[in-house]
């Protein structure tokens, strides 16, 4: 009964280092996506991956880079982490197509210093 | 972009009062999903509405698609404590994308 795992849950990095977040979803979904969320900002969209193989930006792509792994797995990579990424991140699925429900993760709290 | 503006950004009630927050968009939405994140959660589904003017009810909770389908409402009749979080209203665009309001917080006290 997992559905959407993302790890690591916490995390802090210094300006400049890079890091991965995982995100496995066990629910057969095509869809998949990255979101930030920020204090006052509510959710926004990172990258998102409309089926397995493609990848596309969302609203605020500059800084991040993405991988479909396979089905299962999308993951979010910062080459280089600056202090404005200190942020929640939340890793989410869907079935493909408009109007189905998005299922989040827990959440992974990054602060960047 | 779509914008979806969401009023009020923050509320605190007292238990037993009703609350009300408000999506509202400058172009058409398809539709409108609601989303609920606890404090320290992650946003969970509620509720989508598809149809111009249509309302659907999940106990204490009213929700409300305009008849233009330009802007929704969530109603929260008599809140409870277990109410708290930040309520979000998003649209579905293309290939599922989803375009989050900016929430409303509410707060209930004793």
């Known amino acids: 009964n997992a559905g959407v795992t993302q790890t690591p849950k916490f995390q802090v990095l210094k300006t400049g280092q890079s890091m991965t977040l995982q995100c496995a979803q066990d629910?057969?979904?095509?869809?998949m996506y990255w979101y930030r969320q920020d204090p006052g900002m509510g959710l926004r969209l990172i990258y998102y991956?409309?089926?397995?193989?493609?990848?596309d930006k969302g609203e605020v792509p500059n800084g991040y880079n993405v991988s479909r792994l396979n089905k299962r797995e999308f993951s979010l990579r910062l080459e280089s982490a600056a202090p404005s990424q200190t942020s929640v991140y939340f890793c989410?699925?869907?079935?493909?197509?408009?109007?189905?429900?998005?299922?989040f993760g827990e959440g992974s709290w990054l602060t960047v210093v | 972009g779509q914008q979806v503006m969401q009023i009020p950004q923050y509320q605190h009630v007292q238990e037993g009062e009703d609350f009300t927050t408000y999506c509202n968009s400058s172009?058409?939405?398809?539709?409108i999903q609601w989303y609920k994140q606890r404090p320290g959660g992650h946003p969970v589904f509620l509720i989508q509405?598809?149809?111009?003017?249509e309302v659907k009810k999940q106990k204490r909770l009213t929700f409300q698609f305009g008849e233009a389908k330009k802007n929704s409402s969530l109603h929260i009749t008599a809140t409870q404590t277990t109410d708290v979080g930040t309520y979000f209203c998003?649209?579905?665009?293309?290939?599922?994308?989803?375009?989050f309001g900016t929430g409303t917080r509410l707060q209930v006290t004793l």
């Open positions: 629910m057969n979904h095509n869809s």
């Open positions: 998003a649209e579905t665009g293309t290939a599922s994308k989803l375009t």
């Open positions: 172009t058409t939405l398809s539709n």
């Open positions: 509405l598809v149809k111009s003017g």
């Open positions: 989410a699925s869907s079935e493909t197509g408009s109007g189905n429900t998005i299922y």
């Open positions: 991956s409309a089926s397995e193989g493609t990848t």
